[in-house]
């Protein structure tokens, strides 16, 4: 398992400066220990074969088996599933992608576990957990409210 912050491979004619690119095509299936206060069960849906921060585009690029999906970094702000963000008894979202500013952006992506990867954005909110399931349920979700 990879995460490569702010450095990519120059041989790349994507190569981006600002880009950064977590590579688990070869994830090795150990559950890592993490400092996860809320403990989660792990879900069972497969990690995507790759996810790409592209900075410059404003999106989170997942390559899935089934497809690539670009999720624009405010629409994912806008539905992080953490605490702060949705209350945990009522289930009501507090912070919504109108209160999400208009550049937000990622400014590190952490694996935690073998589940999930840890956004922390430039507001500052750093505390949102996106499982592979969640992401995936957003990528589908975007493709479809796109879709005609
Ligand atoms: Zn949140």
Known sequence: MIINFGVRRPKSPLFKPRCFTID?????PTVLKSGDSGHRTPKMTAPPLSIKSRQQEGVL?????????????????GRCPCASCVNE?????????????????PTNIQFSGNYAIKISWNDRHD???FTWEYLELLSKDLATAAAP
Do not use: I, S
């Open 24 to 28: 688990n095509r070869h994830t090795n």
């Open 61 to 77: 690029e997942l390559q899935w088996t089934h497809g690539t999906y670009r999720l624009p970094f405010r629409f994912l702000r």
């Open 89 to 105: 008894v009522t289930g009501v979202r507090m912070v919504d992608v109108e209160d999400v500013p208009l550049a937000v952006a």
């Open 127 to 129: 505390t949102g957990l």
